[in-house]
């Protein structure tokens, strides 16, 4: 069985900075690509960015230039810098990682940008 479990979420003032870690364990020899998703309520969950095998990254439009996503496949985990945060950036961010096969989910972590 995998697990996911993330950490790094809080409260932060707009332009403040946060980094999130995501840390898998289980019976896993390592992932196709890794991912940060988030949900903001009343919101569908959305991805925020990914990283591939080959260290390609993609991010989404609204995070592009502030958030930087890593990932140590060795060590199963990824990352999330978060730079000058904004209020919308507010939500629920799930960590996500796909061997091949399957989609493994964290259980989330808040993170709150206050104005």
């Known amino acids: 069985q995998v697990q996911l479990v993330e950490s790094g979420g809080g409260l932060v003032q707009a332009g403040g900075s946060l980094r999130l870690s995501c840390a898998a364990s289980?019976?896993?020899?390592?992932?196709?690509?890794m991912r940060w998703y988030r949900q903001a309520p009343g919101n569908e969950r959305e991805l925020v960015a990914r990283?591939?095998?080959?260290?390609?990254?993609n991010y989404a439009d609204s995070v592009r230039g502030r958030f930087t996503i890593s990932g140590d496949n060795a060590k199963k985990t990824v990352y999330l810098q978060m730079n000058s945060l904004k209020p919308e950036d507010t939500a629920v961010y799930y960590c996500?990682?796909?061997?091949?096969?399957?989609?493994?989910w964290g259980q989330g972590t808040q993170v709150t940008v206050s104005s």
């Open positions: 996500s990682m796909f061997d091949g096969y399957s989609l493994y």
């Open positions: 289980g019976n896993i020899f390592g992932f196709n690509d």
């Open positions: 990283v591939t095998r080959g260290d390609s990254t």
